[in-house]
């Protein structure tokens, strides 16, 4: 690409920036090639059914399947989520899915149902398991520092069409699991990962909450869920997408 190609590049990609309704660029990769571009996630967002929560720092999309759409870290307009993953953002897991209908898909082992559809309702996201009749509201506390997140209710909604259904519990939730970015550094102990610049970080609040961060190519999968032995209502974990510099201060 030219000098001269280039410049009205950045150029195009700054005068944009600064519209009403264009939100903060993000990374696109291509070989060889990582140029910024403004996207428009306003736009875009008013035209679906897609879910956005953001403070000063991040910018989370959800999609209405329950998938995690894109992480930004608005100062610097970095996509912090590694795209193109299928990683469902909210699961169950039954340890036995006795129900008779899904036993015809599913044997009855350990199996996570991903969720089927999520929804906003003021401070509430309302995630519905459908497979095995459940639905989980999540509780939403959005400031400067971070978005937190706590499973309030986790309760079988199940309609009894010909038949009453078999009520099997479920053992365990993830109520956040975010596929991020790999960088440089990795703190097991405080789940985060951190490069010179920005630091991505899935936060336990309260003692009940299971944290983890497994590692895959390219990515950290960072979890916040439950065990039924130990608690299922009112766990909660924070999000916190900061400059490196500002994590202490935000945790």
Known sequence: MSDRRMFFKQAGAIAAASWPGVSWAREIASPGITEVVPVPVAAAVAETKDIVLENKELLLVIAENGQA???I???S????LAVGMDVPMFTAT????????LQLAYPAKVTSFPAEAVRRNGDRLVVTFAHVGFEATIGLKITESYIGFTLEKLEYRASALLRPRRKD??????FIQLPVRARKNLGDWLNVTWDEAIAVNLLATDPYARVDCKPCAGAYIFQAGTAEEVA????GAALIVT???NLLDRS
Do not use: F, I, M, W
């Open 69 to 71: 759409q894109s992480l």
């Open 73 to 75: 870290h608005k100062p």
């Open 77 to 80: 307009g970095q996509e912090c």
């Open 94 to 101: 039954q340890c036995r899915p006795y129900d008779n209908e």
């Open 169 to 174: 519990p479920v053992e365990e939730t993830l």
């Open 232 to 235: 299922t209502e009112g766990v």
């Open 243 to 245: 400059a490196t510099k």
